[in-house]
């Protein structure tokens, strides 16, 4: 399995450039709303998503005015995209790619299209005695870059590309390439998103697909389906989710998915499609006489259902992160203690990550686990963590004014001008106030 430890990102929308660590289980973005926290996972989906895609389309997003920043202090900041983690716990990987948006010519009406301009890939065997990284790829304008063609040999042989197209994709459709495994497991890493995790009803009723040329439809009951394969095919996994939402939802007695059989069903060949059997979970509360369909319950409890099948769904297909929007949304305040943990016994090797404006999720996760967004006068996003050396000085500042840490964190957030001397203690300097990165680290 590839993991991903460590992304970062920038020159996209009001994003300079952040850095963030993949080693905890859960990790969360904690700031105030319209901060940039929906900015960084939309940096981190759209420069995944630029990887996957064909150069036709990676053109149109190089132009997407959407996420071009409008930013005075950064405007015309070339995006950047880079991963590091391991490949089957043996091999590190670092794979990074900058792109220059499109841009005006001399202020004018005509346009220059985007243009990648730098790539690398960059592989070290744990076992050797002295691991160091050697370059697989290696990349510093539009028209070509060099890769290391076999073991014994060194990244100078020279590729032709086209500005809107990655190396990594090119030589992946080399058979014949020596190191073609790591380009694959870089281009398998698998991220997604739960972008509709606001309105988890919609999951449980019938959903439609049109496939090609509008004739092949699909139609599923994705929660209810979902739920009652578990129940069918992975026992102990299901046993283990019933029991966590029984949990988590005390006034639930029972829970159990079955198929509803469409009576009288004929079927004439003309149709445009067939209605497959439906699936339908029903939930016996403690108070009620009779069992009701789960959609009948609160939005909250529809969400716990939703997050928790999309977790183990994540784990089981080998999804390195799952990125989340606002999870707190509509679940009490009470029950995020619980329902973290119930998340940590299901994750495994997936990582999920979180935004949040809620200063009640930080009493419930480690100063590690928690990227805070610093306030800049310059409108630009910085998430950082609490420097470890700080983190009994933050608890120990909270405590005497009889704060959480969570509500410490938040007042620093918002009230820089008084407190910039302190943050500067607690999470170090910061590089954007500074003059800062352009896309590469200070050395």
Same mark, same amino acid.
């Given at each position: 399995?590839?993991?991903?430890?460590?992304?970062?990102?920038?020159?996209? !929308?009001?994003?300079?450039?952040?850095?963030?660590?993949? &080693?905890?289980?859960?990790?969360?973005?904690? *700031?105030?709303?319209?901060?940039?926290?929906?900015?960084?996972?939309? *940096?981190? +989906?759209?420069?995944?998503?630029?990887?996957?895609?064909?150069?036709?389309?990676?053109? !149109?997003?190089?132009?997407?005015?959407?996420?071009?920043?409008?930013?005075?202090?950064?405007?015309?900041?070339?995006?950047?995209?880079?991963?590091?983690?391991?490949? =089957?716990?043996?091999?590190?990987?670092?794979?990074?790619?900058?792109?220059?948006?499109?841009?005006?010519?001399?202020?004018?009406?005509?346009?220059?299209?985007?243009?990648?301009? /730098? &790539?690398?890939?960059?592989?070290?065997?744990?076992?050797?005695?002295?691991?160091?990284?050697?370059?697989?790829?290696? !990349?510093?304008?539009?028209?070509?870059?060099?890769?290391?063609?076999?073991?014994?040999?060194?990244?100078?042989?020279?590729?032709?590309?086209?500005?809107?197209?990655? *190396?990594?994709?090119?030589?992946?459709?080399?058979?014949?390439?020596?190191?073609?495994? $790591?380009?694959?497991?870089?281009?398998?890493?698998?991220?997604?998103?739960?972008?509709?995790?606001?309105?988890?009803?919609?999951? $449980?009723?019938?959903?439609?697909?049109?496939?090609?040329?509008?004739?092949?439809?699909?139609?599923?009951?994705?929660?209810?389906?979902?739920?009652?394969?578990?129940?069918?095919? /992975?026992?102990?996994?299901?046993?283990?989710?019933?029991?966590?939402?029984?949990?988590?939802?005390?006034?639930? &007695?029972?829970?159990?998915?079955?198929?509803?059989?469409?009576?009288?069903?004929?079927?004439?060949?003309?149709?445009?499609?067939?209605?497959? =059997?439906?699936?339908?979970? +029903?939930?016996?509360?403690?108070?009620?006489?009779?069992?009701?369909?789960?959609?009948?319950?609160?939005?909250?409890?529809?969400?716990? +259902?939703?997050?928790?099948?999309?977790?183990?769904?994540?784990?089981?297909?080998?999804?390195?992160?799952?990125?989340?929007?606002?999870?707190?949304?509509?679940?009490?305040?009470?029950?995020?203690?619980?329902?973290?943990?119930?998340?940590? =016994?299901?994750?495994?090797?997936? !990582?999920?990550?979180?935004?949040?404006?809620?200063?009640?999720?930080?009493?419930?996760?480690? *100063?590690?686990?928690?990227?805070?967004?610093?306030?800049?006068?310059?409108?630009?996003?910085?998430?950082?963590?609490?420097?470890?050396?700080?983190?009994?000085?933050?608890?120990?500042?909270?405590?005497?004014?009889?704060?959480?840490?969570?509500?410490?964190?938040?007042?620093?957030?918002?009230? +820089?001008?008084?407190?910039?001397?302190?943050?500067?203690?607690?999470?170090?300097?910061? /590089?954007?106030?500074?003059?800062?990165?352009?896309?590469? /680290?200070?050395?």
């Amino acid at each position: 399995m590839t993991t991903i430890e460590k992304i970062r990102i920038g020159g996209f !929308r009001n994003i300079k450039s952040i850095s963030l660590n993949f &080693e905890s289980q859960i990790i969360s973005l904690l *700031a105030p709303n319209n901060y940039g926290k929906s900015n960084a996972l939309d *940096a981190i +989906m759209f420069g995944y998503s630029f990887i996957r895609n064909s150069s036709e389309i990676k053109t !149109r997003m190089m132009g997407d005015t959407s996420c071009i920043s409008i930013n005075k202090y950064i405007a015309g900041n070339p995006f950047f995209f880079e991963i590091e983690g391991t490949i =089957d716990e043996t091999f590190d990987y670092k794979y990074r790619y900058s792109f220059e948006w499109k841009t005006r010519k001399n202020g004018g009406a005509e346009y220059s299209d985007g243009r990648i301009v /730098e &790539e690398y890939l960059g592989i070290r065997n744990n076992n050797d005695i002295k691991p160091k990284f050697s370059s697989l790829i290696n !990349r510093n304008n539009p028209k070509n870059a060099k890769y290391n063609p076999s073991e014994t040999g060194r990244c100078s042989k020279e590729i032709s590309t086209n500005p809107s197209e990655l *190396a990594l994709n090119k030589l992946v459709n080399y058979d014949d390439w020596y190191y073609i495994k $790591f380009a694959k497991a870089v281009l398998d890493i698998r991220i997604g998103s739960l972008d509709s995790l606001s309105n988890p009803e919609e999951h $449980f009723g019938i959903s439609v697909n049109v496939g090609p040329n509008n004739k092949i439809i699909h139609i599923e009951n994705s929660i209810a389906e979902s739920f009652y394969n578990l129940q069918k095919n /992975e026992k102990k996994t299901y046993e283990f989710l019933v029991s966590s939402i029984i949990n988590l939802v005390p006034t639930i &007695e029972k829970i159990d998915a079955k198929p509803i059989k469409l009576k009288n069903k004929t079927i004439d060949k003309d149709v445009p499609f067939e209605l497959p =059997d439906q699936y339908q979970i +029903m939930v016996k509360e403690a108070n009620n006489n009779q069992p009701t369909p789960f959609q009948f319950l609160s939005t909250g409890c529809m969400k716990v +259902m939703y997050l928790l099948l999309s977790v183990i769904k994540a784990q089981k297909e080998g999804f390195s992160v799952l990125f989340v929007e606002e999870m707190e949304n509509s679940v009490h305040p009470k029950l995020l203690q619980s329902l973290l943990s119930t998340i940590s =016994d299901f994750i495994g090797e997936t !990582r999920l990550f979180f935004t949040s404006h809620s200063p009640n999720l930080a009493q419930y996760l480690n *100063a590690s686990q928690l990227y805070i967004g610093l306030p800049s006068a310059k409108g630009i996003v910085d998430f950082k963590t609490i420097k470890p050396s700080k983190v009994k000085s933050a608890l120990k500042i909270a405590g005497s004014g009889g704060m959480s840490l969570g509500e410490y964190l938040f007042q620093l957030m918002v009230d +820089m001008d008084d407190d910039s001397e302190l943050i500067e203690y607690l999470f170090g300097k910061s /590089e954007i106030e500074e003059g800062g990165i352009d896309g590469e /680290e200070k050395k």
